[in-house]
């Protein structure tokens, strides 16, 4: 089965850094996505990690440990329009055509 | 710019009706996939297709049907909607070699009555 885990909301301030966490369990990981949501709207591309480590790409960062079944997305100088939901994916064995999605972080971000 | 368009952003449809959902994708993918998305379960995955006339179940297949008859062109089918079917249901779009990103239509939020 799969099991996929992360904080239901978060608040940060403008011009912090946030840390989102997921957990997950489930068999035959082949890799891990990170999608943003905002209200009302399509999830939209943000990463995608294979292999154990930190991927860096402008102020969103994902990171990710294979053996512990944990990545986190870490979004750096806040911005006012972050504010949205932000959504841990697994995709399972015989390609990345399956995907599990955990059930998103809204995360808000306030003056 | 890549595009996946739905046929409506809104549908009501009363209990028993068979329900037709469209979508269309511009970019030439292969894979195409239905979800739907409910508060509280995030999207689940209905069904998906790696290729004309080629379809899988995804995680809740049940109650639903799907058709793929061209690239492009990828139908979720409600054969006969029942209330717990009222839903936000999203068409996704990816390829298969290159890029494991899926593009996300606008959505279609049907309550079915």
């Known amino acids: 089965g799969q099991n996929i885990d992360q904080p239901t909301e978060m608040t940060a301030t403008e011009g912090a850094i946030v840390q989102i966490n997921c957990t997950y369990q489930t068999s035959g990981f082949n890799g891990l996505f990170w999608y943003q949501q905002h209200a009302g709207e399509a999830p939209t591309f943000l990463s995608y990690n294979v292999l154990d480590g930190l991927e860096e790409k402008g102020r969103f960062s994902s990171f990710l440990s294979r053996s512990k079944g944990y990545s986190y997305l870490l979004l750096k100088e806040l911005q006012m329009k972050d504010s949205a939901s932000y959504l841990c994916?697994?995709?399972?064995?015989?390609?990345?055509?399956?995907?599990?999605f955990g059930t998103g972080t809204k995360l808000q971000v306030i003056p | 710019d890549v595009k996946v368009t739905q046929s409506s952003r809104y549908l009501v449809k009363r209990t028993g009706e068979k329900v037709f959902l469209e979508c269309v994708q511009d970019?030439?993918?292969?894979?195409m996939f239905w979800y739907r998305q409910d508060p509280g379960l995030g999207l689940r995955l209905i069904y998906f297709?790696?290729?004309?006339?080629?379809?899988e179940k995804g995680d809740i297949p049940e109650g639903y049907s799907v058709s793929r008859e061209k690239k492009e062109r990828f139908s979720l089918i409600l054969e006969s909607a029942s209330t717990n079917q009222t839903s936000m249901y999203l068409c996704?779009?990816?390829?298969?070699?290159?890029?494991?990103?899926?593009?996300f239509g606008p959505g279609t939020r049907l309550t079915v009555t």
């Open positions: 297709s790696y290729d004309v006339k080629m379809k």
């Open positions: 996704a779009s990816s390829r298969t070699s290159g890029s494991p990103e899926q593009y």
């Open positions: 994916a697994v995709s399972r064995s015989g390609g990345y055509q399956k995907v599990t």
């Open positions: 970019m030439d993918h292969e894979n």
